[in-house]
């Protein structure tokens, strides 16, 4: 009897270790697709910056140009460098020092780091949706000072359209792509499957009787639209 019992007692640790390590995985393969998408959208907020710097240095204007021209194109300029270098060092502190924390941190701290770096998601998309588009109508800008009449109507037209087409693209990619509410997949959803019979949520006082931390449990994945 009690040789059972320590078998039943090993194997119920076995097990929790194993859901424990299992839920780590899950998170860590979250947590590279993060780290994956924020440097790409850093790199691209770069590119955009450089462009954005380059112009403004580069361009010689002329002295015969409308005041509110010139306005409109330093604005601009001074907008997309400024968006763009916010979502450049955004994603820059948010991979070092999420990853940082998730690797190294305590107990937890993967699941902390990986909801962390989903809310600072809004932040960092919305620097460079502003970078791109101030980049274009910095452009735009520039073809009225630099170019002819003729050549800048047909110009804003051609910038005008693509600033439609990026905005129509984002939006209905995102409605292809992105989830509701409801439809991601949280560790609640895997806990309450049968996977783990008898499995029911814990009290306070007992966190250390659950098989997965509570900062596990009660983690709701936002949705990741991406």
Known sequence: GG???EMLAADKLLLQSNLKQRAIQLREKELNLFNENFNAVG???AVLAGFAMTSFAEIDLPHNAFYAQKACLHLFVTVSICANLMC???TTFVS???SGK???GKDGSMDTAVEGMLRERAFIFTCF???LITTLLALMSAAWILMTLEVAI?????IGWCIYVIARQASRIHRKFGLGSGESVSFDDIMHSGVVPGYSKPEEEAETEVLIPRSLQSARRSTYDV
């Open 88 to 90: 450049t060092a955004s």
């Open 129 to 131: 949706g502003v970078g």
């Open 43 to 45: 790199t691209q907020s």
């Open 102 to 104: 998730a690797l190294r």
């Open 154 to 158: 047909v110009a804003t037209l051609g």
């Open 3 to 5: 040789a059972a019992t």
């Open 96 to 98: 070092v020092w999420g």
